[in-house]
């Protein structure tokens, strides 16, 4: 099959039609409709083998992984997702590779309503290049630099799930099935928080999505709002197959310190309590306060039931195989 077979066949044939695409694959461009008075919101990823994923992960979720670490970029930002183009290197056009990756692809393509509009396939060590288009008004998108001292810290979702699935792969932990399962899916299947971001426009004073753990992906936000911020550990929404499978504090460092999660970190001025947990209850999602932003150098304080204490994330790298499923 030559490129532009393999293009039509696994690409174009499946691309969603959307309105605002003046013209689609096919052309020297594609030409967008961006509406009138908003911002263009443009992020790219790359996946590369053995870097960002395993060689052995099974296409389907690859297809998911490298659109949904895009789109939670355009979640991140209050942007509405609308076009996505792909860039595949490729050592052999595989048709079972290609007919998985497309599949997860586009299942989620067409979950956001995002449509493919164009991309380049090239023959190479495996790697995957997105970037994902979405718009938002300029006044609303959700900036790292906006936070303000009395801002109340929220996350969505729950943390540590990924990282443990992580580590699991790599250090073999003897981990229970179950809970195996619930972080294995969490790591191959992240769900960009797509709705929540646009629901936080004119809420939120900032957001991040967090791809490398809460405390340094918050730092981020910190340092472009120069300010601090008081965490307290026992709101942390560890997921549950986390706590149920290793010690508490090695719980803390996965939810802190491992990736992968890629749910919304966001500070709302005080007084939005109840509007947050409303749309927590319309979106079926947990937002889950946990902390304060305050005045101060770019710092996180942490807090263990009231009490400030310290804590040295040093996130995965330290956790030692056969040390899971200890309780004490
Ligand atoms: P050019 O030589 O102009 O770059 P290509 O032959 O690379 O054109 O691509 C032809 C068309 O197919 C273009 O519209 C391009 O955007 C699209 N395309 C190429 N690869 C992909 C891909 N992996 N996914 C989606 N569209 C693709
Ligand atoms: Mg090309």
Redesign the pocket.
């Known amino acids: 099959m030559g490129?532009?077979e393999l293009?039509q066949h696994y690409?174009?044939a499946q691309?969603a039609a959307r309105a605002d695409v003046e013209l689609g694959?096919?052309?020297?461009?594609?030409l967008l409709n961006v509406p009138v008075g908003e911002c263009l919101a443009v992020s790219t990823d790359t996946l590369v083998s053995d870097v960002h994923f395993f060689a052995d992960v099974d296409p389907v979720a690859l297809g998911h992984k490298a659109l949904a670490v895009n789109l939670s970029d355009l979640a991140a930002m209050g942007a509405q997702p609308r076009w996505i183009?792909?860039?595949?290197t490729l050592p052999k056009a595989d048709d079972v590779w290609l007919t998985g990756f497309t599949q997860g692809f586009h299942a989620l393509a067409v979950k956001h309503n995002v449509a493919?509009?164009?991309?380049?396939?090239t023959r190479g060590p495996l790697s995957i290049t997105i970037s994902a288009k979405g718009t938002v008004p300029a006044a609303q998108a959700l900036r790292r630099s906006g936070a303000k001292a009395g801002d109340a810290i929220y996350v969505s979702g729950s943390l540590g799930a990924a990282a443990l699935a992580v580590q699991q792969r790599i250090h073999n932990l003897p981990i229970n099935s179950d809970a195996l399962r619930d972080c294995s899916f969490r790591m191959d299947y992240p769900q960009p928080r797509c709705e929540l971001g646009l629901a936080l426009r004119g809420i939120a004073t900032s957001a991040l999505d967090l791809s490398d753990g809460l405390s340094g992906d918050l730092m981020h936000i910190l340092r472009a709002s120069g300010v601090a911020a008081e965490i307290e550990l026992t709101n942390l929404p560890i997921a549950s197959a986390v706590q149920r499978s290793v010690t508490p504090e090695q719980a803390l460092q996965l939810a802190l310190g491992g990736g992968d999660d890629y749910e919304l970190c966001f500070t709302v001025p005080a007084g939005h309590e109840t509007a947050i947990s409303e749309l927590a209850v319309a979106l079926d999602l947990p937002l889950t306060r946990i902390g304060t932003i305050t005045t101060g150098e770019p710092q996180i304080i942490w807090y263990h039931q009231g009490k400030a204490v310290e804590l040295h994330i040093n996130g995965w790298e330290h956790f030692h195989h056969g040390e899971a499923g200890k309780t004490s």
Do not use: R
Request: hydrophobic letters at 55%; charged letters at 20%; aromatic letters at 10%.
């Open positions: 490129e532009f293009i690409f174009a691309a694959i096919g052309d020297d461009c594609a183009s792909l860039a595949l493919l509009i164009g991309g380049d396939t």
